[in-house]
């Protein structure tokens, strides 16, 4: 059984700095593609970054400021986020088998319960 749980979340002030951390268990972690997907209040979900066999990639909008690792060792996901903004506040999940349907909307087989990250003064 898949089991994605997420943790790390919080409250943090504009231009501040978070680490999420996600533990995975029941498939092989060191194959499989891993993201981070969030969904702001009100809206649908959004990419953030995905990782495998230690290449990452990006969504666009974060201009560099997130940077997502993995421990093989311990089966565990990482984003670390920099220079945060209001923007940035939304659900983060963890997650694997994303693809957008046939209306643009993004689908992950696989997600965790979220951590909540709110950036705010």
């Known amino acids: 059984e898949v089991q994605l749980v997420e943790s790390g979340g919080g409250l943090v002030q504009p231009g501040g700095s978070l680490t999420l951390s996600c533990a995975a268990s029941g498939f092989s972690f060191r194959t499989d593609v891993m993201s981070w997907v969030r969904q702001a209040p009100g809206k649908g979900l959004e990419w953030v970054s995905s990782i495998v066999s230690g290449s990452a990639s990006y969504a666009h909008s974060l201009k560099g400021r997130f940077s997502i690792s993995v421990d093989n060792a311990e089966n565990t996901l990482y984003l670390r986020m920099n220079s945060l903004e209001s923007e940035d506040t939304a659900v983060y999940y963890c997650?694997?088998?994303?693809?957008?349907?046939?209306?643009?909307?993004?689908?992950?087989?696989?997600r965790g319960q979220g951590t909540l990250v709110t950036v705010s003064s």
């Open positions: 997650a694997k088998d994303c693809q957008y349907d046939s209306s643009s909307k993004l689908v992950c087989l696989y």
